[in-house]
């Protein structure tokens, strides 16, 4: 309880605080929170731990034949280098410019002797800037591979 004094003595005074305006923010707060929790979610990228995703009941459990065999794309300070199997494919600068155009013949070469092979893994040095990872990206995916999967550089 307060105390004012009035000079006269002290007297008490009955103040009770109003806690009506701080509940009406509290939920105005929660409810903003909460629409835009939903809107993060949204528009997050969903990465598997899987390329070949998750099966449904209905699909067969045997995979193709040709999409054991590994396809990675390195993009290193020095060019690119594509890994098929246990050969390995180096495609140097040219000019301090990743050879693009190489790179795309390769992959069309890669997707006409397995042509239902559409993974393929990008691995790409951390020093490198995000444009050339996007080159790499987008090389592939115009020669039919668009289930790509990114991994941290080799540093070999």
Do not use: C
């Not at 105390?3 to 005074?13: E, L, N, Q, T, V």
């Not at 996007?134 to 999967?149: H, L, N, W």
């Amino acid at each position: 309880m307060a105390h004012i004094d009035d000079g006269k003595g002290k007297k008490s005074a009955n103040v009770e605080l109003n806690i009506v305006p701080v509940i009406d923010l509290m939920s105005v707060l929660i409810v903003f929170l909460l629409i835009t929790a939903v809107w993060n979610q949204i528009s997050m990228i969903q990465l598997g731990t899987s390329i070949y995703g998750q099966k449904s009941e209905n699909q067969l459990e045997e995979k193709p034949k040709n999409l054991e065999i590994a396809l990675r794309v390195d993009i290193r300070s020095n060019g690119y280098f594509v890994l098929i199997g246990n050969r390995s494919i180096p495609i140097l600068k040219i000019d301090g410019e990743y050879d693009t155009e190489t790179l795309g013949k390769e992959l069309k070469s890669i997707k006409e002797r397995y042509p239902e092979k559409s993974d393929l893994f990008l691995s790409v040095d951390d020093e490198l800037e995000y444009e050339s990872m996007i080159k790499g990206m987008d090389v592939a995916i115009s020669e039919g591979f668009d289930q790509i999967a990114v991994t941290p550089g080799s540093g070999t």
